[in-house]
């Protein structure tokens, strides 16, 4: 803000499936224009386009049972005797 003014960014976030990247591409140019009727409003818009990546099944959701956290004590556990 060092000449006044504020700086400010505003995110739209579409999420979609698509079966392949072929697929991705359509959706992307369907993106590109209408990031260009944007652009005629806010000239700095840009497109960012990343994979998703699943982080696994949610709980309630046919996963496993939730295990709590593992807790660190800083404590070493003994050494086996070796004779």
């Known amino acids: 803000m060092k000449d006044g003014k504020l700086r400010l960014k505003a995110c739209i976030?579409?999420?979609?499936q698509t079966e392949n990247f072929v697929e991705?591409?359509?959706?992307?140019?369907?993106l590109m224009v209408l990031l260009d009727e944007v652009r005629r409003l806010y000239p700095e818009s840009t497109?960012?386009?990343r994979e998703l990546r699943n982080r696994g099944v949610a709980p309630g959701m046919g996963g496993s049972t939730p295990?709590?956290?593992v807790t660190r004590t800083g404590r070493?556990?003994?050494?086996a005797s070796v004779a």
Not at 13 to 16: G, K, P, Y
Not at 24 to 30: M, V
Request: aromatic letters at 10%; zero cysteines.
């Open 76 to 79: 070493l556990r003994p050494y």
């Open 13 to 16: 976030n579409i999420e979609f």
């Open 67 to 69: 295990r709590p956290p």
């Open 24 to 30: 991705a591409g359509e959706h992307q140019k369907q």
């Open 47 to 49: 497109l960012d386009m």
